[in-house]
């Protein structure tokens, strides 16, 4: 049965080294995980590959440095996000 995965990260630039995992899980746990990204309007990405590296990891573990470059993509992704959502809610007014 293919069980739908989840992890979330953390990362505070001046106070962490790297991007910790803060939430993982499978199937009811994941969709909860999910759930709770979309009420507080955190993005989410879909990334199979990257999945499977950071599930195998402990909570509050931060990430190795085999996948910084891919988790640097999604914090990238994630600014530019924030960045035009900015632009849109400041242009709202």
Known sequence: ??????????????????????AKGQGYVAEKILELARQHDI?????????QILSRLD?????PLEV?????????????LSQQRAAANSGAR
């Open 1 to 22: 049965m293919d069980y739908r995965k989840a992890v979330a990260l953390h990362y505070q630039p001046r106070k962490d080294k790297a991007p910790k995992i803060v």
């Open 59 to 63: 909570l509050n573990q931060e990430i």
């Open 43 to 51: 993005p989410i990405r879909e990334d199979k590959n990257l999945l």
């Open 68 to 80: 910084y470059k891919a988790v640097a993509e999604i914090l990238a992704f994630v600014y530019r």
